[in-house]
Structures are given as structure tokens and as C-alpha cells.
RNA sequence: GGGUAGGUGGCAGAGUGGCUAUGCACGGGACUGCAGAUCCCGACUAUUGGGGUUCGAAUCCCCACCUACCCUCCA
């Protein structure tokens, strides 16, 4: 399959090491505050992309960061003067929580960058060896424009970069691009030893000496968000290669687009952050995932109340065709295959999942609007909406009603034989009332959530 | 100032040389006690502007205009 590399701005075949693995390196969130929209947007394409490499026989290992020390989360313990640990603790439980509802479970391994602070330090150490650090006052710096491809990944040239409005208190600083390794530690702030004193590791060289503590000086996929590009990633290879001088330090670079709120761009400022778990309060995860892969990943993806309805009413009625056959046992057939096979063929093309949401929304359908069902058919369309759950994550499928439920429900379908309708409204309102929605059909009816 | 990605019907959003997606919204109908959901039929029928290449362009090339994002912490 192709892939677009940030890096090369072209499409790439993905290439495989031996055994068919893979190694998959993605940014992870700094945890210091409850998880977004924007995070949701990320990290379902990663998760996707993850399930396809994998589908297709790839053995991937996915690796993705936790930053638990940083900037903001200082900032967050002056203002509230909670703790460190109690701060990184509250958020990483309710990031990974987040995950798990919106069926993110791709990810082999969490690294926190506090767990590798003995690494940090010895590429600190190896840098500073090759001349490619030095010391002042209040950290270790990296000297950037010693690194002379540094810029290619973000197309910037370094000259036009410096006309921007860069604020720069550091007087210190060779250089205003040069870049923190090491953060000497100021008042009351969370420290570790090291050779230059106690201090924290700066934002970049945490990534850096995770993936080389775990996947070497050389791996394969790396990606994150667009903004990321710069300076976050440009400062990444100029660590690794200075260092190991094995280039490249990844073979694709994959960098997904940012999620707006109604046309404008989520930011704090402007107060239009959308939780995830505001969201999952008016839809499913299965219509959340659906919103995110209705567009292209290096998109830009609005959310707003109309996309996310329209997402929903797909999500349902991917939902009622599951239910439609969940009678009949999986039936893996020439017909069931190929109408999978079609459905996936676009992520081929460097994961075009607006197309694959295309053909699945084609398939449903066709298939709802078959009347009559045979078994067989029916065990197909499972077979083929299996495939594509394991996939996408798409297929929403309800919990088994309680006893009591059930009760209600013939109840209500008693009450309506005899024409008691306003008694039989009232159960319906009433399961309404608990987001359970009532499904008539002209075979009976069943109920759903 | 530099960089990246784009400009497609009322809206959202695919399609990379010929067969003009799809969804939502809209009109009519079926089903239903009603509502919702589901199904059927229908109408509208677009490719920012201007040049060029071609038998033929939304799709390739050039110019112009416009938009978003990045260059500052950010998924």
C-alpha cells in the first residue's frame, strides 16, 4: 500500500522489515488536561491505520508516548496547586479511558518519558560529545544550524523561519532556533539528577530516546499531528541522526490534520475545546469514529452538530443491518469476500478512508434494502460487517437488553393489540428517556441503544 | 515575508483524461395506531476565473484570484 511521507512530500510504498514487521511510533498527548476532539481525530486515523497494517498481515508494533512532564503541566500545578504525580495520574487514567471508549486499542505499548530519564540523558550526553550541545545557565541546548538538513521536513527555510515574530528572552542562546535538551530546575518544580544538575528533559529529546531505548537508532512509521511538523519533528531527526548518524531515522513520516468546531480552529483562547466525553454524550463512539474517517486524514476535519448527526444516522444504520442478521452464524463466502475486498481497496491509496466509508455505506444499503434475508445472505453480511469492525470500528453493536427490558417491551406490544396507545406511549417515552430507542419493524419489534 | 494543502451541486465531500459517486437536505409514495426508523420513486445535476495541451479535462500544464493551516505551546 502507498503511503504520503511528509518528509519526501510523495507517496511511498510501505515497505516491511523482515518477518513482516513493523515498527510505529506516534505522539502521544501531554497529559495535563482532559482529552479533546483533536485527539480523538489523531488517534482514531492511527488506530485504523494500525488495524489495516495489521489486517493485511503486517506484524506492527505500535508504540505511542505519554508526555507526563513539561511546560503546561507546571503551569497546571501553579495554577490549581495539585501535585505532579496527582495531575499526570488524574489525566493519563482519563486519557487511556477515553481511549477505550472511542475502541482505540491498537497501541502495544505506552511509554511515559518520565520512565526514561536515564536515556534522555545519555543522548544528552552523546550530543554534547559530537559538539551538538552545550551548556548555559539554565539548560543544555541543541545547536540546530550544526545539523544542516534541519528544516528539510518542514520545508523551512531557516532564514525566512527567523522573520517570524520569535520571541526570545534567552540572551544565552547561541542561536534563537537552538532548542532545549535540558531544563535546569527552577523554584518548586519537579526534578531529576543529572550531569548538568537537577533539572527535566526538554519536549523533543523525550521522544527521541524512547523510540531508541525501544525500536533502535531506525524505525519505520512515525506520525502525529500537522502541527507537530515543526518544530517538534524537524528537532526529532536532528537529535536521532546527530547521534546515531543512521539516517533515516523514519522511512515515513505521516502527519494527520487538525479538527475545527464549527469552521474555527479548537483552541483554548477562543474557549471551543470539545471534550470527548462531551461529545460521547450525543453520540455514539461508533459515529464519532465515522466523522473522522468521513474525510481524508491530512484534512482538516470540522466538527460540527450536522456532521456529526449525519455520522450518527450512518452509525445506526450500520447498527440495525447488524441486528437484521445477528440471527445467522458468519458465512465467509467468494461473493462475502470480494464485497470486503472492495470496501478496503481504497485504503491501498494512501488510507483514502472517505472512499472505504463510501462503498461501506453502499453495501448497507443494498443490503437493507433486500427483503427476505436467506441465511445465507445473512451470514455473509455478517462476515463482511465483521471484517469490517475489525477494521474501522465501526459497527456498533448493543448490550443484550436485561429480563426487565424485555418485559416492558411486550408489555407495550400487548397495550398496542388492544389499542391502549397512551399507556403504550408511556413505556416508550419512558425507555426514550434512558436513551433506549424502540425499533418497530413488520417482524416484531426489539429495542436498541 | 517563507512554507504546506486546497478551491467540485443548497450543504458536506469522493473521483486524477472519456461512462458525470455518495450522504444530508428537498418533492412524492410504502409501512405504522402514531412517532421514529427502514424501504421505493423523483427532481435538481456542480467542477474558482482565464489561457493552453488533447479527438476529448473536474482530472495534465501556465497565469490570476481566493481559502485554510504552519513558521509560538498545541493531537
Redesign the pocket.
Known amino acids: 500500500m502507498e503511503i504520503r511521507d511528509?518528509l519526501s512530500?510523495s507517496l511511498k510504498e510501505i515497505e516491511t522489515r523482515e518477518g513482516k514487521r513493523l515498527y510505529m511510533f506516534?505522539?502521544?498527548?501531554?497529559v495535563?488536561?482532559d482529552p479533546?476532539?483533536?485527539?480523538a481525530?489523531?488517534?482514531i486515523f492511527y488506530d485504523v491505520l494500525a488495524r489495516y497494517l495489521r489486517y493485511r498481515g503486517i506484524r506492527l508494533f505500535y508504540l505511542m508516548n505519554i508526555?507526563d512532564i513539561?511546560?503546561?503541566i507546571i503551569t497546571k500545578m501553579k495554577e490549581t496547586g495539585r501535585s505532579w504525580e496527582d495531575i499526570t495520574a488524574t489525566y493519563s487514567s482519563r486519557f487511556f479511558d477515553v481511549m477505550e471508549k472511542l475502541k482505540i486499542r491498537s497501541v502495544n505499548y505506552y511509554a511515559f518519558a518520565t520512565d526514561f530519564i536515564e536515556e534522555i540523558i545519555s543522548q544528552i550526553k552523546r550530543l554534547m560529545k559530537k559538539g551538538y550541545a552545550y551548556e548555559t545557565s539554565d539548560g543544555v541546548y541543541y545547536r540546530a544550524r550544526k545539523f544542516k538538513e534541519y528544516g528539510r521536513l518542514?520545508?523551512?527555510?531557516l532564514d525566512?523561519?527567523?522573520?517570524?515574530?520569535?520571541?526570545e528572552v534567552n540572551e544565552e542562546k547561541e542561536d534563537?532556533?537552538d532548542?532545549a535538551l535540558w531544563k535546569k530546575k527552577k523554584e518548586r518544580e519537579p526534578s531529576w539528577q543529572s550531569p548538568w544538575g537537577e533539572g527535566r528533559p526538554g519536549?523533543h529529546i523525550e521522544d527521541t530516546a524512547i523510540t531508541e531505548s525501544i525500536f533502535g537508532p531506525n524505525y519505520d512509521i512515525h506520525?502525529?499531528?500537522?502541527?507537530?511538523?515543526?518544530?517538534?519533528h524537524e528537532s526529532e531527526i536532528a537529535q536521532m541522526e546527530a547521534i546515531s548518524r543512521k539516517r533515516p531515522m523514519v522511512k515515513y513520516w505521516i502527519h494527520?490534520?487538525?479538527?475545527?468546531v464549527d469552521?474555527?480552529?479548537?483552541?483554548?483562547s477562543l474557549k471551543n475545546f470539545v471534550t470527548v466525553e462531551e461529545a460521547l454524550k450525543n453520540y455514539w463512539p461508533e459515529a464519532i469514529r465515522i466523522m473522522m474517517l468521513?474525510?481524508?486524514y491530512?484534512?482538516?476535519?470540522?466538527f460540527?452538530e450536522?456532521?456529526a448527526?449525519?455520522a450518527q444516522?450512518?452509525a445506526?444504520?450500520i447498527a440495525?443491518l447488524q441486528h437484521r442478521v445477528d440471527d445467522s452464524p458468519e458465512l465467509k463466502t467468494e461473493r462475502a469476500v470480494e464485497a470486503v475486498m472492495k470496501i478496503f481497496a481504497?485504503l491501498e491509496?494512501?488510507m483514502?478512508t472517505?472512499?472505504t466509508?463510501?462503498e461501506i455505506?453502499?453495501f448497507?444499503?443494498?443490503s437493507?434494502?433486500k427483503?427476505g434475508l436467506t441465511i445465507q445472505e445473512k451470514g455473509e453480511i455478517r462476515y463482511v460487517l465483521s471484517e469490517v469492525e475489525k477494521v474501522l470500528g465501526i459497527v456498533h453493536t448493543p448490550p443484550l437488553p436485561e429480563r426487565s427490558l424485555n418485559v416492558l417491551l411486550e408489555l407495550?406490544n400487548e397495550?398496542?393489540k388492544k389499542?391502549d396507545?397512551?399507556s403504550?406511549?408511556r413505556i416508550?417515552e419512558s425507555l426514550n428517556s434512558r436513551g433506549i430507542?424502540?425499533?418497530?419493524?413488520?417482524e416484531g419489534?426489539y429495542l436498541w441503544w
Open positions: 511528509t512530500s506516534v505522539c502521544g498527548p501531554t495535563q488536561d479533546h476532539m483533536g485527539h481525530r489523531t488517534y508526555t513539561e511546560d503546561h518542514s520545508k523551512q527555510n525566512q523561519l527567523m522573520a517570524g515574530a520569535r520571541v534563537p532556533l532548542f519536549w506520525g502525529g499531528a500537522k502541527d507537530l511538523i515543526f518544530p517538534h494527520t490534520g487538525h479538527l475545527n469552521d474555527i480552529k479548537m483552541s483554548k468521513s474525510m481524508k491530512n484534512a482538516p476535519v470540522n460540527e450536522k456532521a448527526a449525519d444516522g450512518t445506526e444504520r440495525i481504497p491509496s494512501d483514502n472517505p472512499e466509508m463510501r455505506v453502499s448497507v444499503k443494498d437493507l434494502a427483503k407495550r397495550l398496542r389499542g396507545f397512551t403504550a406511549d416508550r430507542k424502540i425499533e418497530d419493524t413488520a419489534s
